[in-house]
C-alpha cells in the first residue's frame, strides 16, 4: 500500500538524518505585508484548496470550497489522487486569468505517491525544459503525468479568451508542480503573462534552478509558520528555493522575505531551525483572513 508521502519525509529525516539543521543563511530584509495584499491571495488559497475536493471531477460538485471561487469555470480536469494528483484548468473571470491547479500531498490521509521522498535530482528532459537546471526526480515524474493535458488546456482557453494571462497555484507538493509547470509553459508558450502562488511548498530544484526562477519568473511562496515541508529536501541534500517566500508567523502576520533563503527568524528558515522543530499541523493551514485550510478533510 502507498504511504503517506509527508509521514514519511519526517520519519525519514528524523530517523536518518536525524534533526539536520537548516544552513545558515544571512538574514535580509523582511517587509511586513500590507492587509491589501493579503487579501489579494485569498481566491488562490481557495483554488489550491479546491484541489483537495473536486477529484478531478466537476467544479460543481466540489462544495463551498469551489463556491468560494464562484465564477470559476472549469475547462479540464483529472488525476486519480495517488499516482497522478488531481489537477484543473479553467477561467477565473474575475481574476481575468487562467488558472492552472494541483493538488498536494494530504497528511489527514494515508494515500499518495511517493515522490515526496525521492530526493535524487534529474536533469529535465532538453524536449519540455531546454538548458534548464535540475529538479527533484518525483516532482518532475508527477509533472510529466499532466504537463501536455495541462499545454493543451492553457492553449485552448488563451485562444477563447483572448487572454495571455496565466496562474498557477498548489499546495505542498501542488505547490513544486506550479513552479514546474510555469517554466514548462512560458517556455512553449513565450507570450504568455505568468503568476505563480504556492502554499507550502518543498524545495523543488537546485541553486542554479532557484537562481533561474529568480533572474527569470515571478513566483510567490506562501509559508506558514513551523510547517516542516518548506525545508525539505534539505539544503545539504543540494536544495534552494528561490526568491519570493511570504510567511505567516505565530501572530499571524505576513512578512515579505527578500532574497533567497532569507535566514531572519521571521522567515521559515530562521523560523525552522530543524525538521524537530516542525508542526505538522501548520502544513495544512490556516491561510488567509479566510482561514483556509488546504487538505481533503476540509472539503
Request: proline share 5%; with cysteine; aromatic share 10%.
Amino acid at each position: 500500500m502507498l504511504f503517506n508521502a509527508l509521514s514519511a519525509i519526517l520519519l525519514y529525516s528524523t530517523t536518518v538524518v536525524l534533526a539536520v539543521p537548516v544552513s545558515e543563511h544571512k538574514r535580509a530584509a523582511v517587509t511586513p505585508v500590507s492587509a491589501a495584499v493579503i487579501s489579494s491571495y485569498t481566491p488562490y488559497e481557495w483554488f489550491a484548496a479546491a484541489t483537495y475536493c473536486t477529484n478531478g471531477g466537476a467544479w460543481a460538485a466540489c462544495g463551498s470550497t469551489c463556491a468560494a471561487n464562484s465564477d470559476f469555470v472549469q475547462y479540464a480536469a483529472g488525476g486519480d489522487g495517488d499516482s497522478v494528483p488531481h489537477w484543473y484548468v479553467g477561467w477565473s473571470p474575475s481574476l481575468g486569468s487562467i488558472i492552472v491547479a494541483h493538488q498536494g500531498t494530504d497528511p489527514t490521509e494515508f494515500y499518495s505517491d511517493l515522490t515526496d521522498v525521492e530526493v535524487v535530482q534529474d536533469e529535465l528532459t532538453t524536449a519540455l525544459f531546454p538548458g534548464i537546471p535540475s529538479v527533484h526526480s518525483g516532482f518532475l515524474s508527477a509533472f510529466e503525468s499532466t504537463a501536455t493535458s495541462v499545454l493543451a488546456a492553457v492553449k485552448a482557453l488563451m485562444t477563447a479568451h483572448s487572454t495571455t494571462k496565466v496562474t498557477t497555484v498548489g499546495h505542498s507538493l501542488g505547490g513544486a508542480i506550479a513552479n514546474l509547470d510555469a517554466v514548462y509553459l512560458k517556455t512553449n508558450i513565450p507570450s504568455i503573462s505568468l503568476n505563480t502562488v504556492t502554499f507550502g511548498e518543498p524545495r523543488v530544484g537546485n541553486a542554479a534552478w532557484a537562481t533561474y526562477i529568480t533572474n527569470s519568473y515571478t513566483i510567490t511562496r506562501v509559508t506558514h509558520n513551523y510547517d516542516p515541508v518548506p525545508i525539505v529536501p534539505f539544503e545539504d541534500w543540494g536544495y534552494e528555493h528561490p526568491a519570493g517566500e511570504i510567511h505567516i508567523d505565530t501572530s499571524g502576520v505576513w512578512n515579505s522575505c527578500a532574497g533567497i533563503e532569507n535566514g531572519s527568524t521571521e522567515c521559515e528558515d530562521g523560523q525552522v531551525s530543524s525538521i524537530l522543530d516542525g508542526v505538522i499541523d501548520d502544513h495544512l493551514g490556516p491561510y488567509g483572513p479566510s482561514q483556509v485550510w488546504m487538505g481533503s478533510s476540509y472539503c
